[in-house]
Every structure is written in structure tokens, then in C-alpha cells.
Nanobody
Framework: VQLVESGGGLVQPGGSLRLSCTASGFTFSAYYMNWYRQAPGKERELVAR????????NYADSVKGRFTISRDNGKNTVYLQMNSLKPEDTAVYYCNTLITKNYWGQGTQVTVSS
């Protein structure tokens, strides 16, 4: 199992970024996919979750209405569209799936700063 994130970077408050996570080594379309984040000095937290077919999504209260999770099962990729970014969204963002155990990507840094 391999999860590879991309799309992070530095953005000004109010800006947007789209993260991507490309998966391999398992039947992508059969599993829920998650985005987590971890800010310095804080615990890793669940940001968004999407069901295997993409019809069900859940979000942390702190990102509802600003972030959108989606997936393309034909491309084995899950996305996180982040709009109206705030400085408190600054964190390393991780892609995750639970199969027989938790699998994690290497993370991508998102920094929101003027």
C-alpha cells in the first residue's frame, strides 16, 4: 500500500489549495479515504472522510463549508479542496486509509500566512 500526497504550499489567508493523494497497492474503490492534519504541538486530527463510492462525506466542524473531499476511483486519487483558508489551517496534511491496519502518506505541508 502506498499513499502519495501533493499540492501543499504557502497561501495567503482567504486563498485556496487543492491537495491530491494517489493510492496504489490495494483496491482503492473498496475503501473509505480520509484526510488528517497535524499542526505543530497538536495531535493529529481527522479533517474529512469519504465513502468508498464517494457518496458519503464527513467533515470536522472547523472546516465545514470551506473544505470539500472528493475522489476519482478511476484514477485511484482522493482530493481535498480547501477554500477560505485561515492561519489555523496551517498543518501537515496526511492521506489515510484503514484496511487491515492504518496506512499513511508522507504528508504535505500547508502554510497559511500573509
Amino acid at each position: 500500500v502506498q499513499l502519495v500526497e501533493s499540492g501543499g504550499g504557502l497561501v495567503q489567508p482567504g486563498g485556496s489549495l487543492r491537495l491530491s493523494c494517489t493510492a496504489s497497492g490495494f483496491t482503492f474503490s473498496a475503501y473509505y479515504m480520509n484526510w488528517y492534519r497535524q499542526a505543530p504541538g497538536k495531535e493529529r486530527e481527522l479533517v474529512a472522510r469519504i465513502s468508498s463510492a464517494g457518496y458519503g462525506t464527513n467533515y470536522a466542524d472547523s472546516v465545514k463549508g470551506r473544505f470539500t473531499i472528493s475522489r476519482d476511483n478511476g484514477k485511484n486519487t482522493v482530493y481535498l479542496q480547501m477554500n477560505s483558508l485561515k492561519p489555523e489551517d496551517t498543518a501537515v496534511y496526511y492521506c489515510n486509509t484503514l484496511i487491515t491496519k492504518n496506512y499513511w502518506g508522507q504528508g504535505t505541508q500547508v502554510t497559511v500566512s500573509s
